[in-house]
């Protein structure tokens, strides 16, 4: 099926360019029709000739190639499945984010039909800079696909985030994007996501920090999978994926209602939601006034709607996350037997990549009998279809 595939890769001038001749040659080897465009900076790393050879097709560079007709642009654009740029340098982020079309490959990308996956790969302090942050951002917003650098020694010297990512996520990533499978037909996945928001009075609530990113990418990947999925989420700013089933809330009573009415029919839970473990225990109806001196708030338990969950458990398989900032191994250890989970994804908030809020995930897979599986930073898309891996083949060991 892959031989049908046509993907397009796309060189920018970093010193990930030799990278960049693996995956061409990887994908090659994998049954995919490859061409390469190169910019001009690419070509001062490594010469078209390369590309060339693994590819097996001539390398295009010029926009004006009197060879090749003037709109060979549109026809590069509509040909191929997926156009991959790696490296993805600041520049052509910014070009793209921005509307310019300057050279060919630009212009091409600027011409596509079809899905535009960059792998952005530089120093650390270009990777923070917060216009490459915003184009990133924006690109993300209008639909271009990402796999996000990985953490380490980069080629400058220093050590941080900006080097290509490995080469196995970014492969991964290019398949799921041009040959979904369908392996999840016939499934209902629930997945929870987001905050809840807890009432103090008209006005104030208690919440936290999450936004919905990682569920709401558990939720995407089932669905392009096939599954029936269902979609409990706290309040987010979010755009439902295609094909779930949203079922907003905002407290985590309403949350625990949704689930368990849900729970009956479904195959394998998510539960990737931040819930509130306590809410006010009187909400006021009419907004709170200031006073001299401290306030008290009392507090009563949520019900913890996880653990009802695994102390009901029949056939289906139950993910739990734990959001954790000490001793992630034990304390996840714990919430996975305590609530009779089939495995827990356990991230450390407090490392940068992971948790609250960005686009990527560090996470454990902790199983209840202590085994735990370390991944790599990857983006929450990736991880999103590396948990749905393993629950599916935990369901079809029950079946
Ligand atoms: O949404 P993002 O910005 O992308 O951030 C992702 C995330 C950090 C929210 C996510 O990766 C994550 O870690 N989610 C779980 C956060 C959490 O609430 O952890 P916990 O250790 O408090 O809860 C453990 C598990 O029990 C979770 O699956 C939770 O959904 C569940 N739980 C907790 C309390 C409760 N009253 N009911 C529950 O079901």
Known sequence: MLAEKKITVGITGGIAVFKAAQLVSSLKAGGFEVN??????????VKPITFQVLSGNSVRT?????????VQHIELAT???LIVIAPATANVLGKVANGIADDLLTTVIMAASCPVLFCPAMNVNMYNNAVV???IATLRELGYEFVEPGTGRLACGVAGRGRLADLELIIEKIKSLVSPCRDMEGLTVMVTAGPTVEPIDPVRYITNRSTGKMGYAVAGAAAGRGAKTLLISGPTVLKPPDG???????TAAQMYEAVMKRYPDVDIVVKTAAVADYRPKDASSQKLKKHEGPLSLALVRNPDILAELGGKKNKQVLVGFAAETSDLEKNSLQKVTGKNLDFLVANDITQAGAGFGSDTNIVKFVYPDGAVKQMPLMDKTVLARRIL????ALRRKRE
């Not at 390469?36 to 790393?45: C, D, P």
């Not at 010029?62 to 003037?70: A, H, K, S, Y």
């Not at 779930?244 to 905002?250: D, H, K, P």
């Open 389 to 392: 891996d393993e629950a599916l």
């Open 79 to 81: 040909h191929p499945d």
């Open 133 to 135: 942050q915003r184009n």
């Open 62 to 70: 010029e926009l004006f190639d009197p060879m090749r007709g003037v």
């Open 244 to 250: 779930v089933e949203l079922i907003n809330v905002e």
């Open 36 to 45: 390469v465009i190169m910019t001009r900076s690419a070509q001062e790393f």
